[in-house]
């Protein structure tokens, strides 16, 4: 349950964490803006998945909303904001002190080239997960408490080949993760 987890995170906010200088351990969200796969736009179609899972937790008794809540909030799927509809996940120290993208949360991606130009960084990956292929490049914009991601990546597995560009935006929230595991710590969990 935690991989399946952690995996609808990575699925969800489609983009790297983009590392820089100013990211700031704790609290933030992340809101898709854009993300089209095989070129179809599936933007609309992963904010109607959240509605339905929220609809499905309305339904359940306060007892299991709790432990479901507690589940998502601290031991995968961060929480959804209720004012702004993002993902809110918790950066550790020493994520935010990384000097590179995290283009896997559980550490098995690398960027292969990286390169930073003031409050621009942009990076390339080319990765052998789970015997399939992503390979990708993208561009985080950084501006105070914001950054601003794109990315374009294609994969190929068992499935086929597919491709997927992703943009979104980061916005620090605070220190207080209220709760939320940190993403670093959520993929060595998920390894157990």
Known sequence: MKKLTLAILVTLTGSAFAQSSSLKPGLWEIKTIRQIMD???????????MSQM?????????????????????????????????????????????????????GRCEPTKFNRSGNKSSFEFNCKINGGTTVGKGESTVSGDMVATRMDMTTTDAQGRHTMQNETQMKYLGSDCQGIKPADQMAKDAKK
């Open 39 to 49: 070129g179809r736009d599936m933007s609309a179609q992963m904010n109607s998945a």
């Open 54 to 106: 929220e609809e499905a937790m309305a339904q359940m008794s306060p007892d299991q909303r709790k432990k479901m809540e507690a589940m998502m909030g601290g031991q995968g799927m961060p929480a959804k904001s209720k004012a702004g509809g993002g993902i809110r996940i918790c950066m550790s120290p020493a994520m935010a002190a990384m000097d590179k993208p995290m283009v896997d949360p559980e």
